[in-house]
């Protein structure tokens, strides 16, 4: 039986919570098709986040692998395009470590792209009536760490399986102590990942939009 792994982090930079943990560990077990949802919790902490994600491959053999994070100050679920081959911490991870400018993987490719189809999942989740966009960032903290480490392992070793990152918004429990900030209801954001996981094993050739539709 085929098998989907989700991965979300642990709280990091001062909150009580990650959205990205609450969301697919809801998740964990869901039966989609032929396939089986496995959740897993991920470190908040460069190095030790790509330990735990080579595990859980190890251990669950997957055939796609979708990360997602958070991204306080975004309004929208975002699936990233590209993960980049640095490490530059504008705050501590949370064991206290903030590298700067170091590549995650020494040698390896300046960037990888994300093996999941993100304009038709951004197409899905619009129609589902869910705020979705294109991401070229994931930034350079944990979230782009684990993205990148996730793509380097699939293009080495990964035999066909697929992966890639979504980052989503804040909690409105979260956005409550920041006010101004955007915000999505979890029910949402759960109801999304169903989407996002549906459409990556669904659709294997991505759609090609073009005049910036869905970015
Ligand atoms: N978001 C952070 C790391 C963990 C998370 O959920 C990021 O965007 O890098």
Same mark, same amino acid.
């Given at each position: 039986m085929p098998r989907v792994l989700l991965t979300g982090f642990e709280p990091f930079d !001062? @909150? /009580? #919570?990650?959205p990205s943990w609450e969301a697919v560990r809801a998740l964990d077990g869901w039966r989609v098709g032929e396939a089986t949802v496995h959740a897993r919790r991920i470190a908040c902490v460069f190095g030790q986040a790509l330990r735990e994600l080579d595990a859980a491959i190890d251990e669950l053999q997957p055939t796609l692998v979708i990360a997602v994070g958070q991204a306080g100050g975004r309004a929208e679920i975002t699936p990233e395009r590209v993960a980049i081959n640095i490490d530059d911490g504008r705050i501590c991870d949370n064991a206290g470590c903030q590298p700067i400018? @170091?590549? #995650? #993987? =020494? !040698? =390896?490719? /300046?960037a990888y792209f994300s093996t999941l189809p993100i304009k038709a999942i951004v197409r899905d989740l619009r129609a589902a009536g869910l705020p979705a966009s294109v991401s070229n960032s994931a930034g350079t903290f944990v979230c782009n760490h684990l993205f990148f480490g996730l793509m380097h392992r699939l293009a080495a070793r990964g035999a066909g399986v697929r992966g890639g990152f979504v980052h989503i918004p804040f909690l409105p429990e979260q956005a409550a102590r920041w006010p101004g900030q955007p915000s999505m209801a979890l029910a949402a954001v759960i109801e999304a990942l169903r989407i996002v996981v549906g459409t990556s094993l669904a659709v294997h050739e991505d759609l090609r939009e073009t005049g910036g539709a869905l970015h």
């Open positions: !001062g @909150e /009580a #919570v990650n400018d @170091e590549p #995650v #993987v =020494a !040698g =390896a490719p /300046a």
